[in-house]
């Protein structure tokens, strides 16, 4: 089975920093793009940030210059960072990972960012 398994999350200052984890497994890795996705209450699904094969990264502009993704194939692992942290970064952060027809999505990790 294919499974996505996100960690790192969890209650943090506005400023501060936080680095998510995707663990994946059942799926060769290096070929597929992996990104993370958002959801905050009352708000639609978007992505924050893709990486794909070849290393190309992609963000949102909402999060351009603070947040950075990036992978390790050999640990079958992707990874955002996330710097300057603001307040409607609050969300539940979803990892993806797309392969053509195929789109994967881990359970997601609860991200607050709160004075």
């Known amino acids: 089975q294919v499974q996505l398994v996100e960690s790192g999350g969890g209650l943090v200052q506005p400023g501060g920093s936080l680095r998510l984890s995707c663990a994946a497994s059942?799926?060769?890795?290096?070929?597929?793009?992996m990104g993370w996705y958002r959801q905050a209450p009352g708000k639609q699904r978007e992505v924050v940030a893709t990486?794909?094969?070849?290393?190309?990264?992609n963000y949102a502009d909402s999060v351009k210059g603070r947040f950075t993704i990036s992978r390790d194939n050999a640990g079958n692992t992707v990874y955002l960072q996330m710097n300057s942290l603001k307040p409607e970064d609050t969300a539940v952060y979803f990892c993806t990972a797309q392969l053509l027809a195929a789109h994967y999505w881990g359970q997601g990790t609860q991200v607050t960012v709160s004075s």
């Open positions: 990486i794909n094969s070849g290393g190309t990264t």
């Open positions: 059942g799926i060769i890795f290096r070929f597929y793009t």
